[in-house]
């Protein structure tokens, strides 16, 4: 029977996100994955890239998957891994990008929460602090990304918020 941990890390840019999961999963003494949902569309983000993939070095397995998120964790997630997803807003650009149905892909990601095993680190940006965006697409998106923390944090066992490189656990 499975038996993952689900856990969801939020914050702001350049809180500390990314970094804190990553220090979780390498003292974890488990097996490395990285599912990471960002896409290279211009220099600016593959230099973001490059710079997550050197600091992590070569203990990680990496798997690209912009979209079937749930299908990816599914083949990737087992009980000696630790499995980190960066990051969950973009995915949900992606999804918004390729026209899905977003509150669709949510509930089949969900769905399969209780079939993994291992640890599960969801990494994801919290967008609603700010300012109500200025047009439909940001705000369908900050929308989107602050139901889909909602749904992930109700299942999750643990939620971490970030700040300034420091962690606030608001959950488990």
């Known amino acids: 029977m499975p038996s993952g941990k689900i856990t969801l890390v939020l914050g702001g840019a350049r809180s500390g996100k990314s970094k804190y999961a990553e220090n979780c999963a ?7 994955f990285y599912i990471a949902t960002g896409r290279a569309y211009d220099d600016e983000m593959r230099s973001r890239i ?8 070569l203990n990680w397995t990496t798997v690209e998957e912009p979209l ?9 997630a087992a009980q000696n891994r630790f499995v980190l997803v960066d ?36 990494v994801s940006n919290e967008v609603g602090l700010g300012i109500v965006p200025d047009n439909r697409m940001a705000r369908e998106f900050r929308d989107y990304a602050g139901f889909l923390h909602q749904r992930v944090a109700e299942k999750a066992q643990e939620v971490y918020f970030m700040a300034a ?8």
């Open 26 to 32: 390498e003292s974890s003494g488990l097996e490395l």
């Open 50 to 57: 490059s710079i997550h993939q050197d600091r992590r070095g």
């Open 68 to 76: 079937d998120l749930a299908g990816s964790l599914l083949k990737t």
């Open 87 to 122: 990051c969950l807003t973009l995915w949900v650009t992606n999804l918004m990008m390729a026209e899905r149905d977003i509150d669709a892909e949510t509930t089949r990601l969900l769905e399969v929460f209780p079939k993994l095993s291992g640890e599960i680190f969801f």
């Open 165 to 172: 490189g420091l962690s606030l656990k608001m959950k488990g």
